[in-house]
Each structure stands twice: as structure tokens, then as C-alpha cells.
């Protein structure tokens, strides 16, 4: 199994900045897209932004120009810079990624989900 640990979540105030991070854990792991979605309470999830293995992104028009995807393939991590953060992007962060691990069983694909991360902005 593929587990995805995130981190950097906290409390900010508007127009300010943070950076969540996410590594995936496991042995021979190759990954496709690793990604961000958040959650407002009462509301579904919606997707933030996503990365490819080749590097092609995907942004969520809410989001375009304020937050910055990226990824570190030698360390199986993703980040997202948020950058001039408003009072609706408060919800909880989650990371996923999909792809192939070798286990018991040779390759196996997998689509994980961490357990989320939580963002505030607020004055």
C-alpha cells in the first residue's frame, strides 16, 4: 500500500502565503499524477490543482495564478504554494496520488488519499 502524508496546513491572514506539502511512502513506487483537492464543510470536494508525471498541470480557474503545483520525483513529493490566499480558499487540503507499487504480488496500481491538511484564512 501507498500511504500519502501531508503537511504545512495552518492559519493565515488574507493575501498571505503557505505551502503544503505531501510525500507519498512505500518501496518502488511509480507514480502518474499526485494532486490537490480541498473540502469546504457542507460541500463536496473540489479538485485545487494536479501534476503529471510529464509535468502537465491542471488548475482550478479559483486558484489560476495564486497557487503554484509542483513535484519532487526522486523524493515521491508534492507541494502546492498558495500565494495571496483569500477567506474562501479556507477548507481542507487533501493530497492523491495514483500509479503502481511492487508488492507481494508484483506491480499493483493504487489511488491514495491523505488524511487532509487544514487551511484558514482569516483577519
Known amino acids: 500500500q501507498v500511504q500519502l502524508v501531508e503537511s504545512g496546513g495552518g492559519l493565515v491572514q488574507p493575501g498571505g502565503s503557505l505551502r503544503l506539502s505531501c510525500a507519498a511512502s512505500g518501496r518502488l513506487i511509480e507514480i502518474n499524477t499526485m494532486g490537490w483537492y480541498r473540502r469546504v464543510p457542507g460541500k463536496e470536494r473540489e479538485l485545487v490543482a494536479t501534476m503529471t508525471s510529464s509535468d502537465t498541470t491542471n488548475y482550478a480557474d479559483s486558484v489560476k495564478g495564486r497557487f503554484t503545483i509542483s513535484r519532487d520525483n526522486a523524493k515521491n513529493t508534492v507541494y502546492l504554494q498558495m500565494d495571496s490566499l483569500k477567506p474562501e480558499d479556507t477548507a481542507i487540503y487533501y493530497c492523491?496520488?495514483?500509479?503502481?507499487?511492487?508488492?507481494?504480488?508484483?506491480?499493483?496500481?493504487?489511488?491514495?488519499w491523505g488524511q487532509g491538511t487544514q487551511v484558514a484564512v482569516s483577519s
Open positions: 492523491t496520488a495514483n500509479g503502481r507499487y511492487y508488492g507481494n504480488y508484483g506491480w499493483t496500481t493504487f489511488g491514495s
